[in-house]
């Protein structure tokens, strides 16, 4: 059975860091892309970043340089690194892998003035 479990969210002023993280279990992590989402209230559900099996990294324009997304295959986990958040950040994020609809919990972070 397919589980992602996000953690590290929080509240956090604007300009700091937060990073999350994603455990995954239930299927080789080694072999899928994974990506994290966000969704803010009242807004629909964007691609934050994605990170291929490979390796390979993208990003929503509206983080890069902000944003790392990596990923330890030894510890089946995904990461988010946030730097210099905004406000416009805050949201509820979501994990999840690159083939069939699998989704954690979501985390929430809220970026305060």
């Known amino acids: 059975q397919v589980q992602l479990v996000e953690s590290g969210g929080g509240l956090v002023q604007a300009g700091g860091s937060l990073r999350l993280s994603c455990a995954a279990s239930g299927f080789t992590f080694s072999n899928y892309g994974m990506s994290w989402y966000r969704q803010a209230p009242g807004k629909e559900r964007e691609l934050v970043a994605g990170i291929r099996a490979g390796g390979s990294a993208n990003y929503a324009d509206s983080v890069k340089g902000r944003f790392t997304i990596s990923r330890d295959n030894a510890k089946n986990t995904v990461y988010l690194q946030m730097n210099s958040l905004k406000l416009e950040d805050t949201a509820v994020y979501y994990c999840?892998?690159?083939?069939?609809?699998?989704w954690g919990q979501g985390t929430q972070v809220t970026v305060s003035s």
């Open positions: 999840t892998r690159s083939v069939g609809s699998y």
